[in-house]
């Protein structure tokens, strides 16, 4: 089975990450580390969300950090933008590409932003406009693509659903994402064809959460689909707000580690990212949560 | 493409795990982990090793721990024995399988026993003899198979040869290990192949460690190539020698998990084992080790 020959990584730690841990980080201190990992060569980086501090206090800073960065040239740097304000925001501070969502499941709809699926699409219309009429990238962002914390399964035809409706907004990218890690690989095949369906494959991408240890294995059986999109997060950055003390997003490290392996070009310096997650453990006070980056680092300091 | 409908789980923590662990276990919590791990519903778990106590310490208690443990009906419990010393306590011990061991790599043979890899095999002769004398089931590890910490590559030629040596002993199933977790998923196949050439495909097992996060791919990727015993630790027990604070042996309860989701049989009860992962867990006094495990550990207890 051939497998693609080069992939992009869309390191989303910055944001993702650093929004679901409970230590603060310092504008400063986020400035440093996605300047290390534009350093790294990561064509895409998710660095900020312009979202209200009241709901999401760890991306107050996100104004002080576009203006902060260093911007590497060929790299697009993401924020979430959920309104018009939110957008104007991203506008202001040029960032390249607006980051809009919609989950696959109707309990976690509700729950999450109090509405139905079709009402949150709908509420993106003019932030999509408003994104492509600026000129701006603009990426989907699907959520509970593989199950739901509230309704448990998801189906497929709610995964092609929602896809339809981001594409009709003017997605250039859509992120197919297991946000709570309970895909396991043979699921894999099935709602990513599902996507597929409505959606350029080359434009999809693959977000799979670590938590019950088949983060790999599923990049692994996406692979094998053909999809060449992957979000990870360096040093694994970002629990999982469903099961206390379990791990979150898949950490980039392990995936460069299976890319390198598989011989799959990806443009990234591994050596750069374990850095990286080793700056940002040390300023969380913890262990990466990355099994690469931690292996990687002993051994650099053995 | 069509997966096992059924797999073996071969549950090493009590043995090749807790002789990787820093922290001392009594007998007699180790008589209790086995137990837990045989209500769970292990068919083989690895129980024990007598070797000298002068080098591995955390086994003087082997004859003990035999002794105490409860003989679930139809579980293979396992022994290591590296000399006709050993054989005689593990005999007199009564275990049910004998472990003998090799290593795929040179370099590793002669820093880890003074001996080349035909010396080591020949070393093993009579041990084995003995063992099939005593009607002994008979098991040959195969080391290093995907790599080395000291030579690096090895070579399938390598592997096919050991294989074939192991084989030729009388060995009953041959477990061709990752021993520094360095394998991706490309190459299994080519591994595993080489293995297959020179020994039944149903009686060869395959065991990942989880060093640099790809276990579970690499199990994935075995499960399409028909293997169909798979080695694995309670909670990841065991770290790695070779990369200080780094994962060892692969999880067996994200192992469990990757089966259950994928439809494979394994006759094992998840739940028991994530039990018997915190129950060792505390008193190693450590978080677990497997991702499942903590995920599943904090579910239960929210």
Known sequence: MALPSKVKIVEVGPRDGLQNEKTAIS???????????????????????????????????????????????????????????????????????IVIFGAASEAFSQKNINCSIAESIERFRPVAEAAKRHGKLLRGALSCAFGCP???????????????????????????????????????????????????????????????????????ASLEVGITIYHSSVAGLGGCPYAKGATGNVATEDVLYLMQGLGIETGVDLNAVVEAGRFISSHLGRPSNSRAGAALAAKLLS
Chains 1, 2 share one sequence.
């Not at 534009?38 to 209200?52: H, I, L, P, Q, R």
């Open 27 to 97: 504008a400063e201190v986020k400035i440093a580390l996605i300047d290390l990992l534009s350093d790294a060569g990561f064509v895409n980086v998710e660095a900020a969300s312009f979202v209200s501090p009241k709901w999401v206090p760890q991306m107050a800073s996100s104004v002080e950090v576009m203006a902060g960065i260093r911007r590497r040239p060929g790299t697009i740097y993401s924020a979430l933008a959920p309104n018009m304000q939110g957008l104007e925001a991203a506008l202001a501070a040029n960032v390249d590409e």
């Open 150 to 220: 509230y309704q448990g399964e998801v189906s497929t035809e709610a995964v092609a659903d929602v896809v339809r409706r981001l594409r009709d907004l003017g997605c250039d990218e859509i992120d197919i994402a297991d946000t709570i890690g309970v895909a396991t690989a043979n699921r894999v095949r099935p709602v990513m064809e599902s996507a597929i369906r409505e959606f350029p494959i080359e434009r999809l991408s693959a977000h799979f959460h670590d938590t019950y240890g088949q983060a790999l294995a599923n990049i692994y």
